[in-house]
Structures are given as C-alpha cells and as structure tokens.
T-cell receptor, first 111, second 118 residues
Framework: AQRVTQPEKLLSVFKGAPVELKCNYS??????LFWYVQYSRQRLQLLLR??SRESIKGFTADLNKGETSFHLKKPFAQEEDSAMYYC?????????????FGQGTTLQVKP | GAVVSQHPSWVICKSGTSVKIECRSL??????MFWYRQFPKQSLMLMAT???????TYEQGVEKDKFLINHASLTLSTLTVTSAHPEDSSFYIC????WGQGDNQPQHFGDGTRLSIL
C-alpha cells in the first residue's frame, strides 16, 4: 500500500539551528515525492520536489530509495520557517495522479 | 497570484442543512480537481477526485451520497455536504491539477473552507 509517514508531529528548534524533518514512504513503483508548506492562515504551497533537486528557501531534500526516505533539511533555521510541513507522494503515472500526504510536522523556530 | 479560488472561506450553519462549496480555476483548464478534508493539525485526507464531465471518483470510506461533487465545466467544481451534521465540521480544501500547462507543480490548492455545523 502507498503510505507516507512523518514521525514527528512537532519539531521545535532555536533560530540558527539545523533542521531535519523526517519523511518515509511506502510505494511499489518509482516514487515522485514532494514537500509542501502551509504557513499560518495561508494555503498549501509547493516547497520542492525531488525531481528538480533544487534548493528553495535554503531547504533541500534527497530521495533515498534504499531507506525509502525523503527528509527535508535546512542548515540554519529562521523564524519565518515556522509552519506546517507535509511530505507527499504522487500516486499515478505521467503528469497526472493524486497526492498522498503524510501527517504533517509543525516546525517551530524559536528566537 | 492565486490559481484557485475557493468560496466560501467560512460557513456556519444548522444541523440538517446542505452546504455547497465552490472551487474555481482562475488561470488554467482543470479537467481534474481534488477535494480534501483536513482536521485540526492533521493531514489532508483525499475525499474524491473530480473529473470534468463525468462522475467523481470517491476514496474508500467517503460517502458519495453525503458529499456530492459536480464538475460541470473546466473551471468549476462544487462539493455539496448534504444534510450536514456536527461531525461534518472540518476544513475542506480543493486543488486542481495543472501539470503540463506551463506549470511545474502537480497541484494548486485553494485557501480552504472552514465548515462549522451547529
């Protein structure tokens, strides 16, 4: 079965500290994985996707097929990074398909 | 700017009434839209996939007679919660699939609708 697991409901760090939000997945095919972010009172928005291998707002995520993980990392957290983060897996072929979301992790960056 | 417009943003109504939520695509043709339900501080749970001109595909455990979806045009999908009860109170979010239309995101999300049933 397809599943996305984010083991931490809340991650609290101080400003400037490194951040790692964990995401593990279960998928029988070749996965396409994404990280979405939801700032307070805002809509869900795409942060990054593993295909592009880019860094957005200092965040990176590497797909590790051996460990079936797609952890989100940032070397130095900022207060404005405080938000809800969702790891998602696209289930479907080609350019279409539904997204399966993890439970979400609230990142709290303290001053 | 916003790609998806969801209306209303907040609705409070009495138990037993039906509530319609609209999801509009502002810039793209959306043959496929998705409806999610989100409980406080929890994940988005996919309820159904809305297909333009055809019946919606519901996820397991979602009552199709309770949550009526209509996707009559390429820019509008509606979710009607029929005979709503307090347990239907939740945050409902729509999204639309635009990948391949000059966009690199799999889905764009609306702002959501907070439904409170008294």
């Amino acid at each position: 079965a397809q599943r996305v697991t984010q083991p931490e409901k809340l991650l609290s760090v101080f400003k400037g500290a490194p951040v790692e939000l964990k995401c593990n997945y279960s998928y029988s095919g070749s996965p396409e994985l994404f990280w979405y972010v939801q700032y307070s009172r805002q809509r869900l928005q795409l942060l990054l996707r593993h295909i592009s291998r880019e860094s957005i707002k200092g965040f990176t995520a590497d797909l590790n097929k051996g460990e079936t993980s797609f952890h989100l990392k940032k070397p130095f957290a900022q207060e404005e990074d405080s938000a809800m983060y969702y790891c998602a897996l696209k289930h479907g072929s080609g350019n279409t398909g539904k997204l399966i979301f993890g439970q979400g992790t609230t990142l709290q960056v303290k001053p | 700017g916003a790609v998806v417009s969801q209306h209303p943003s907040w609705v409070i109504c009495k138990s037993g009434t039906s509530v319609k939520i609209e999801c509009r695509s502002l810039d793209f043709q959306a043959t496929t839209m998705f409806w999610y339900r989100q409980f406080p501080k929890q994940s988005l749970m996919l309820m159904a996939t809305s297909n333009e001109g055809s019946k919606a595909t519901y996820e397991q455990g979602v009552e199709k007679d309770k949550f009526l979806i209509n996707h009559a045009s390429l820019t509008l999908s509606t979710l009607t919660v029929t005979s709503a009860h307090p347990e239907d109170s939740s945050f409902y979010i729509c999204s639309l699939e635009v990948w391949g239309q000059g966009d690199n995101q799999p889905q764009h999300f609306g702002d959501g609708t907070r439904l409170s049933i008294l």
